[in-house]
């Protein structure tokens, strides 16, 4: 989409704007999802030709944003997008609100933002992430931003709070120049997805080797949790294409607290499993105040807890406990380790080449869901495995 010509109320752009950001995008109020591709695709055009991105914004309100980019969280991404892009679209709504009772309800306009994220990456073939949930933490919970939100966040996340109450509080003031910081923003996250492709090596690798990589992998990765989660996903995603019954495999959101990480479910509902993935060790409390609950929640008939061995002094209060569990609820659950992987894909019948393909779909996983720390992580066991055969 190009510039979309103004058919009602503008924005006044300041008078020493420059030609760049007049052009970054229609200034006509338009609904929120329309005038988000629109700065998008005009920050995708101006990248390409090479235009410089100067978008003469107060120094302070750049480094709010570098700021708050610098954190590398795809939830603060999506809701400061929000949060701009709202105010373009009504510059009389209060940009320091978050929840309807505040006045705009932005964990709403969130899921507009993700739906524009999603088509612009299939779009342009790109492979930066996107958060299913954005306003799922508990920041994006509270009423509004203001000085009091900034202090209730952890130390070591300040900076990029501090940031969005500076441009909360400026758009609050200055919402005629909304659509500039929209345009500066996408501006630089297409510079950023443009760099965000991994050139993941591709070879071929026995059961062994794969779960050698995997182990590699985990224990090198910045965040162990997700790592591991996403290693089971896409054994399940790779797995499931071997049943005839072609079960659907969903995976939660990563930003989510939920107890169940993937689901598989069939559409003639044969298949209803959920498993939880942790890296910590299983709890007989996890199990009865998580697992199971989110089991009858869910309505799984199944679930498989990857986690490391409980202690001795829970094992049998465990056992008698999913026993119980089975025996008037008909819910079955197994514990198991990450180890079990190696054989899930030693299973009698499956291709020969499942193992080859389980890792080379690790990468197309983490590309899907996790941060770069991650998929770095793999891209160097990868390499270091290569370099180590030569």
């Not at 373009?88 to 993700?114: F, I, K, N, W």
Request: glycine share 6%.
């Amino acid at each position: 989409m190009g510039l979309v010509k103004p058919t009602g109320p503008t924005f006044r752009m300041p008078d020493d704007a420059t030609e760049t950001s007049k052009q970054s995008l229609s200034i006509s109020t338009m609904p929120l999802s329309e005038l988000l591709h629109s700065a998008f695709e005009n920050a995708w055009n101006q990248f390409e030709a090479g235009t410089p991105a100067d978008f003469n914004l107060p120094g302070e309100i750049e480094r709010a944003v570098a700021d708050i980019l610098a954190n590398d969280s795809l939830p603060n991404r999506q809701m400061l997008l929000a949060i701009v892009a709202g105010t373009c679209a009504d510059p009389e709504s209060d940009a320091t609100a978050l929840q309807g009772s505040a006045g705009v309800d932005r964990r709403g306009q969130a899921y507009l933002v993700r739906d524009v994220l999603n088509h612009f990456r299939v779009e342009h073939g790109l492979m930066f992430k996107v958060s299913q949930d954005a306003g799922v933490s508990n920041q994006w919970r509270e009423p509004q931003i203001n000085s009091g939100w900034v202090q209730r966040r952890k130390t070591q996340d300040r900076n990029w709070a501090a940031g969005f109450l500076t441009i909360a509080d400026w758009l609050k003031a200055n919402p005629e120049n909304a659509p500039i910081l929209l345009g500066h923003i996408c501006r630089e996250l297409v510079e950023l997805f443009s760099q965000n492709t991994l050139d993941y090596p591709r070879f071929g690798a026995s059961t062994r080797i794969a779960m050698e990589l995997v182990s590699r992998f985990i224990q090198s990765a910045p965040d162990r949790p997700d790592a591991t989660e996403a290693v089971v996903a896409t054994a399940t995603r790779i797995l499931a294409t071997t049943y005839a019954s072609a079960p659907i495999v969903e995976r939660a959101d990563i930003n989510s607290p939920d107890p169940i990480d993937i689901r598989i479910t069939s559409d003639d509902g044969d298949v209803n499993t959920g498993i939880e993935v942790t890296d910590n060790r299983i709890t007989l409390s996890k199990l009865q105040h998580e697992v199971v609950p989110a089991m009858t929640h869910l309505g799984l008939d199944r679930a498989i807890v990857i986690a490391r061995a409980p202690s001795a002094d829970e094992q049998t209060k465990i056992n008698d406990y999913l026993d119980r569990v089975l025996q008037r609820l008909s819910l079955q659950v197994d514990i198991v380790e990450v180890g079990i992987l190696e054989a899930w894909l030693n299973a009698p019948g499956l291709p020969h080449s499942i193992a080859s393909e389980f890792v080379w779909k690790v990468g197309d996983e983490l590309d899907q869901y996790s941060k770069d720390g991650n998929r770095r992580a793999w891209l160097n066991v990868l390499n270091n495995y290569i370099q180590e055969q030569n």
